[in-house]
Nanobody, 126 residues
Framework: VQLQASGGGLVQAGGSLRLSCAAS????????IGWYRQVSGQEREGVSC????????YYADSVKGRFTISRDNAYNTVYLQMNSLKPEDTAVYYC????????????????????WGKGTQVTVSS
């Protein structure tokens, strides 16, 4: 079971990036999938989550209206479209799967998230 986040990079403030979370070894569409980010020396924080059906999405207040989470089950991938990026969005971004009832993911908490992928660095310059 592996998750891999990709799509990070360096972008100017106001720009956009799309992150991808691909899975191998299991079907992402069975589970709620979350995006989290972490700045060095700080705690990992929840950014967004999408339910297994894709019918419900959740966002941290800091990214509402700017980020959009989606999933393409045919490609076993979850995306995070990030628009109007700000320097404070700079972090390593991780995706993770909630293989139980989805409550950890929906609550944007790290506790209870089960599978974590390697992160991808997002750097937003001012």
């Amino acid at each position: 079971v592996q998750l891999q986040a990709s799509g990070g990079g360096l972008v100017q403030a106001g720009g956009s990036l799309r992150l991808s979370c691909a899975a191998s070894g299991f079907r992402l569409d069975y589970y709620s999938i979350g995006w989290y980010r972490q700045v060095s020396g700080q705690e990992r924080e929840g950014v967004s989550c999408i339910s297994s059906s894709g019918g419900s999405t959740y966002y941290a207040d800091s990214v509402k209206g700017r980020f959009t989470i989606s999933r393409d089950n045919a490609y076993n991938t979850v995306y995070l479209q990030m628009n109007s990026l700000k320097p404070e969005d700079t972090a390593v971004y991780y995706c993770a799967a909630d293989v139980w009832d989805g409550s950890s993911c929906h609550g944007l908490v790290t506790y209870g998230m089960d599978y974590w992928g390697k992160g991808t660095q997002v750097t937003v310059s001012s």
